[in-house]
């Protein structure tokens, strides 16, 4: 993956994965939701990984 876009809400929070190299629990920390599963809808197009639902990001990365 090259990009992550986590989305809680209205709060997006974009990584660039190659460059900016979280560690594991950040990554954890951002896409486990309240009860410790991954966030859903989960969608990976291309290599941008859309974690969680905002329709401004949708939008982007599906046209």
Do not use: Q
Request: aromatic share 4%.
């Amino acid at each position: 993956m090259k990009t992550l876009h986590v989305c809680k809400g209205k709060v997006v929070t974009t990584i660039d994965l190659p460059n900016a190299k979280p560690d594991d629990k950040t990554l954890a920390e951002l896409m486990l939701g309240p009860t410790g599963n991954l966030r859903a809808p989960t969608l990976k197009i291309g290599k941008t990984l859309v974690v969680g639902f905002n329709e401004e990001i949708y939008s982007k990365s599906l046209l």
